[in-house]
């Protein structure tokens, strides 16, 4: 059976804290520390990028590629990434990012118990979440 694409999931609040972390079964599993750590690495990459691009209007890194995964970013108006380790390759995961974003919005920003830019902890998003990390991983098998 084939390895699944997407290894972990990643949400920034606009200040570079990680707000959501996920690991969907990579073989290097991260502790607290180190995916905190990575978020805010990731978080200033992306921001010495766009002041870095000789470009006007440059909104940072959008994929980076490594020899052995993909990193793909999706940021939104309001500057929280979402951002996602996968395979090398896999097809579709800016599509994914949006519709993880919109459940973003749907699920996390519209409870009235939420407070922004703190750690998410909402079950329905995490439950919306995994049916459709379920329903890529589904697609994903069968290419």
């Known amino acids: 059976m084939a390895s699944a694409a997407i290894y972990s999931l990643f949400i920034i609040n606009k200040s570079g804290g990680l707000i959501y972390y996920k690991d969907y079964g990579s073989a290097g599993r991260m502790d607290t520390n180190d995916s905190l750590r990575l978020a805010s690495l990731w978080h200033s990459m992306h921001a010495i990028s766009q002041q870095l691009s000789p470009t006007p209007g440059c909104t940072g890194i959008d994929l980076l590629q490594a020899h ?76």
């Open 68 to 143: 052995n995964f993909d990193l793909h970013c999706f940021q939104s108006l309001t500057g929280t990434k979402f951002f996602v380790v996968c395979e090398t390759g896999a097809p579709n995961m800016e599509i994914l990012l949006k519709v993880i974003y919109e459940l973003y919005t749907d699920f996390v920003l519209k409870n009235p118990f939420y407070e922004m830019e703190m750690p998410i902890r909402c079950e329905h998003f995490d439950l919306n979440l995994a049916q459709v990390i379920q329903k890529d991983r589904v697609a994903l098998l069968g290419r």
